[in-house]
Nanobody, 115 residues
Framework: QVQLVESGGGLVQPGGSLRLSCVAS????????MAWYRQAPGKQRELVAL???????NYVDSVKGRFTISRDIPKNTVYLQMNSLKPEDTAVYHC?????????WGQGTQVTVSS
């Protein structure tokens, strides 16, 4: 069974930074793209950032210029560097395939931005 294990979340003050990691049991280079998603309390899950097989990246407007997605193919790991964090970035962050996420989402990692 495919596993996705996210880590790196935590409590950070506004303006702070975090780096999330996602280790996948699949070969991430074999997928069309890998992505980070987030779900805030009471809201639907949203796509935050993606990186294609070719290395192209795309971001939701609200994080452009602040977040950077990257990957380490030999390690089957996807990263999300988050800078200048805002309270509205508070959510559980998950990684998964894009555009067809696997059904078995990982546990996610909680990011809380608060003073």
């Amino acid at each position: 069974q495919v596993q996705l294990v996210e880590s790196g979340g935590g409590l950070v003050q506004p303006g702070g930074s975090l780096r999330l990691s996602c280790v996948a049991s699949i070969r991430i280079f074999s997928t069309d793209a890998m992505a980070w998603y987030r779900q805030a309390p009471g809201k639907q899950r949203e796509l935050v950032a993606l990186i294609t097989r070719g290395g192209s990246t795309n971001y939701v407007d609200s994080v452009k210029g602040r977040f950077t997605i990257s990957r380490d193919i030999p390690k089957n790991t996807v990263y999300l560097q988050m800078n200048s964090l805002k309270p509205e970035d508070t959510a559980v962050y998950h990684c998964n395939q894009y555009p067809s996420p696997l059904n078995n989402w990982g546990q996610g990692t909680q990011v809380t931005v608060s003073s």
